[in-house]
């Protein structure tokens, strides 16, 4: 089982991308959503995208605010057991949004499941995970410049390792083609719709 690209560097498609930059990347952060990649040939290579919903506190409410956000993994479940694993694909990330220039992944508290590299590290330590053979998580975080632009940081959590490695040269496959997530972004102008707009939910290729 092929788990790597050769240079390790993680290459999404391009409607992953714009859907990304449709959902995440066109709300207040933080939202975010999974990534979907097929671990038989590369686990690195993210194929498929779907906005998550956050979970709801025990008052009804959403559980994602400026500085937190908390996926629903029943939602997370239903898509990859119920969708994803048919079509033989299985979880390989999260994508979410920080505040300001917040590009970093959090550390948080172990104890509770609190911070970005808590939750990631506890995802790969799940039998669920082992059985697939996932090894490393890929976990974008998605920030806003000062004119409101989209910009997303590409980081690898590896199951064996305490800190993450950021994905220096992520690339978007645009037909045979590869090209800079970076210069990828900057093809867009600003998000599509204001960041006090809610966006709709779209959730592309399930």
Known sequence: MKYF???????????????????????????GGILGANLHQNALHISRFHFTQATKNCYGGINAGYCHYSPDHNEINRVVDDIWAKQGLWLAGIVHSHPGGMNQLSYGNGLNNDGDM?????????????????????????????????????????????????????????????????????????????????????????
């Open 118 to 206: 808590t939750y990631f590290k506890n995802l790969l330590a799940h039998p669920e995970s082992a059985a697939a053979g996932l090894n490393q998580f890929v976990a974008p975080i998605v920030n806003f410049n000062h004119r409101g632009d989209m910009e997303m940081t590409v980081w690898l959590v590896y199951a064996d390792q305490s800190n993450p490695v950021e994905i220096r040269n992520p690339k978007v496959q645009l037909g045979t083609q590869q090209i800079p997530l970076a210069t990828y972004l900057k093809a867009f102008a600003k998000p599509e719709r204001s960041l006090n707009e809610p966006a709709a939910s779209i959730n592309v290729r399930l």
């Open 5 to 31: 690209n050769q240079d390790n560097t993680v290459i999404f498609e391009a409607h992953v991308i714009d859907a990304i930059k449709a959902t995440v990347g066109s709300q207040k952060p933080e939202t």
